[in-house]
């Protein structure tokens, strides 16, 4: 298969690369920096600036990955604004490359467009599935923004799935990098009630999830890329000190955590319990189902 992937040097866009060609793919880059990508990728990924430049190379399916990261920085109106359109342009510029070569009758199959599990804002404890109507806030409006932008690509006949990613899980980066040094010395605690659901998935099963969605052919449309077991944020502290053998009982309180990030706290102290409902009855298999098999497989590592 030839594979164009967006995003390509983040904690997801790295692995997919590696399992790509170990299964003897032909694998496309799009980034940003192509001189940074060159020296953290293999070196026999083709690697361009722009989705346009790999048009007479007629990629067969898109995995679209690319975005400014949400939590790096507070939430100010010009952030917000550049969080939205960092991914609709990495998103109109692969759908314009679906575009160009729908018109030379060479359209890709499959685009899988990444999401989060933002899209459906503050849910309480409710169970979360694909069909839940979302909570309007800053975070669903940039999925909704997101995916919308995805979806345009049906129009020259590609088939379109969304992925609304949890929390990603694994050694050497993604969530886990930002948190493990502070459980490790025995400063991990509770965020706020510790009551708001926390979705997550290991590296190995979101990348699975998206290998899934471009092989079969019947699926399109939104799925939630999270464990069948999700956790609160209490639940996931008690974890990491059981793996770690460190305490864990500390607490950040919710005003705290207001005054310091502002909006964006909204990522720490509200959440979803998000299910994968779809892929589950499309028939994908987990392999790290609980939080307890995920963390013991990361932490041994």
Sequence with gaps: MRLLITGGTGFVG?????????????????????????????????????????????????????GEPIADRRWSDPQKTRLVES?????RDVVALCEHLAQQGQAPRVLVSGSAMGFYGDQGDREVTEETPPHDEFAHRLCRAWEAEAVKAEAFGVRVACLRTGLVLDAGGGTLA????????????????????????????????????????ALSGAFNGSAPNPVTNAEFTRAMGRHLHRPAALCVPAPLLKLGLGEMSRLLLTGACMLPRRLQEAGFTFRYPTLDEALAAIVSR
């Design 178 to 217: 930002k948190m493990m040094p502070a459980f490790k010395a025995g400063l991990g605690g509770r965020l706020g009630s510790g009551r708001q659901y926390m979705p997550w998935i290991h590296r190995e099963d979101l990348v699975g999830a998206i290998e899934f969605l471009l092989e079969e052919s």
């Design 87 to 91: 991914r609709r342009h990495a998103t």
């Design 14 to 66: 790295r692995r997919l690369i590696e399992r790509a060609l170990v299964a003897g793919h032909e694998v496309m880059v799009v980034s940003r920096d192509p001189e940074r990508a060159r020296q953290r990728l293999p070196h026999d990924v083709r690697i361009g600036d722009d989705a346009t430049d790999f048009a007479s190379s007629s990629p067969e399916a898109i995995v679209n990955l690319a």
